[in-house]
């Protein structure tokens, strides 16, 4: 069945409390979703997908010149417009830089950062995904596997981290062990991963969302909240509105908050049963041990007996 959208619940507010204005009563509609969905991860804000790396193309030679923000491909290279969004570099002891478009008839790239190192001329070179792009929606990661061999990824490292093991990036090969938070890009946040990879990988990622704002086109109620959890907690806000000036007060307003506290407390209590009903769909009051950690294999008592390891 449908849920009430939240214009509906803007208007049962605004029914409530006539002296505010629309606007108002959708603000406080929006706070109220704000603090439920940021309460906790909740199971509706979990989404799958997936991140990419590609294979390298180092093509011909590169040449790239002092204070500049251009990359000539000289022949027989040539760019192509996927390569917008990936990592160009020169050796190991050179920048890293992003390709943020590029020229075809000139056949150049246009990097995100001013090159100062000396002059390259016709120097080999790698573009590669070595920051990896995450949707549009993405809060945090769950978990990251890749397939391929059979193994999870951390994502609980950072990259000063990766620059203590490995100051150049100059490490290869697969699979994966880690990915850190890298920087904001395009208005998104890229991860890096370690080490970088030259190939063409699909890794499969579960995320929590960050769930869109009340009033954007996509938003809706999910069907497992009612929508009077939500209308409860606006509510309480419109109790604490004592009107816009001394002579049109708010008839709702409560000087000592009785109404607010009361609409507080049984907002709590509904999101309580909530809570629980969203733990029978996905528990989340369940740690593993340490013994059984990522990369690690799945390991039994019974196994841990008949092997006398040491507790």
């Not at 478009?101 to 950062?113: E, G, H, P, S």
Request: charged residues 15%; hydrophobic residues 40%.
């Amino acid at each position: 069945m449908a849920n009430q959208s939240f214009r509906d619940l803007a208007g049962l507010v605004q029914l409530r409390c006539s002296t505010a204005p629309i606007t108002l009563a959708q603000s406080w509609v929006q706070q109220a979703w704000r603090d439920f969905v940021e309460r906790r991860r909740w199971s509706f804000m979990l989404r799958r997908s997936q991140l990419f790396t590609y294979d390298q193309y180092n093509i011909g030679t590169a040449t790239v010149l002092a204070g500049t923000q251009t990359v000539t491909i000289n022949a027989p290279g040539v760019v192509s417009a996927t390569h917008v969004g990936r990592q160009f570099r020169i050796g190991t002891a050179l920048p890293i830089v992003t390709i943020t478009a590029v020229d075809a008839v000139l056949n150049t790239y246009t990097i995100d950062q001013t090159w100062w190192p000396s002059d390259q001329t016709a120097q080999s070179y790698s573009v590669y995904q070595a920051y990896l792009a995450v949707p549009s929606d993405f809060h945090s990661f769950v978990s990251v596997v890749d397939p391929a061999f059979f193994q999870p990824i951390t994502f609980d490292g950072s990259v000063q981290m990766f620059d203590n093991m490995d100051p150049q990036r100059a490490a290869s090969g697969s699979p994966p062990r880690s990915l850190a938070y890298f920087d904001y890009y395009q208005g998104l946040p890229r991860y890096e991963m370690w080490p970088h990879q030259r190939s063409a990988f699909v890794y499969l990622m579960t995320y929590e969302a960050r769930l869109p704002e009340p009033w954007d086109a996509t938003a809706a109620i999910p069907y497992t909240v009612p929508a009077d959890i939500i209308l409860e907690r606006a509510m309480m806000y419109c109790a604490m509105w004592p009107g816009p000036d001394i002579t049109n007060p708010n008839p709702y307003f409560s000087s000592k908050n009785g109404l607010a506290s009361m609409h507080r407390q049984e907002y709590e209590k509904r999101v309580a049963i909530l809570e629980k009903q969203d733990n029978e769909h996905m528990q989340q009051n369940i740690w593993y041990q340490s013994d059984q950690a990522r990369r690690s294999p799945n390991i039994s008592a019974s196994w841990m007996q008949s092997h006398d390891m040491a507790t």
